[in-house]
């Protein structure tokens, strides 16, 4: 068990290094394609199904997770990427949801990205939701808009859920 542990995070190591700029590739690219799009109507939810307190998103096509997240009460995009330690959004997504610019300290934290090590401010995000999950109180990170063009859902929120798994192409999320 330990071994195929150690292996798997391994692998995990070489493709980060290998592919340093992938997530951040992926969502500038996603967010060009869609841009006009999304000026005319909200993002869809990618989920499969909501029920009660349980949540399914279906990968796209490249294998990713998007949900329509409600971030202190605003939708939201993000890819669900379970590779981050926290929450990570961009500066103009934090003024989106309501954080003020100058209550944020980005010499509190130093992060280390795909892209290399950025500074970042710590933040907490009031409520986050998809489908009847809940969640208030979450830690997240905000970076430079240059360091990051998308949100990313992380293990902030991913930890506080009962269960997370993905099964048959499909993530489970569980309150």
């Known amino acids: 068990m330990l071994t195929r542990l150690l292996t798997l995070a391994g692998a995990a190591a070489v493709a ?3 592919v340093p700029n992938l997530a951040t590739n992926f969502l500038s690219q996603a ?14 939810s990618t989920a499969k199904y909501a029920m009660g ?9 490249r294998g ?9 009460g605003r939708p939201e995009r993000g890819l669900v990427d ?10 103009s997504t934090a003024r989106r949801l309501g954080i003020s610019p100058g209550a944020l300290d980005f010499t509190a934290a130093r992060v280390n990205t795909a892209n290399g090590v950025v500074e970042a401010a710590p ?5 986050i939701e998809i489908g009847g999950i809940s969640l208030r109180d979450v830690e997240a990170l905000v970076l430079p808009d240059k360091a990051l063009s998308g949100t990313l859902i992380g293990m902030t929120f991913l930890n506080r859920l009962s269960s997370f798994r993905v ?3 499909a993530l489970h999320l569980v309150r």
């Not at 379970?82 to 500066?91: C, E, F, R």
């Not at 933040?123 to 409520?127: D, E, G, K, M, P």
Request: charged share 20%; hydrophobic share 50%; aromatic share 6%.
């Open 31 to 44: 967010d060009n394609g869609r841009a006009a799009k999304e000026l005319a109507a909200p993002p869809a």
């Open 64 to 72: 990713h997770f998007f949900g329509t997240f409600r971030i202190n």
């Open 123 to 127: 933040a907490t995000l009031s409520r």
């Open 167 to 169: 099964e048959d192409g």
């Open 82 to 91: 379970t590779g981050a330690s926290a929450i990570a959004i961009n500066l």
């Open 53 to 61: 307190r349980s949540v399914v998103l279906d990968a796209d096509a």
């Open 16 to 18: 980060a290094m290998l």
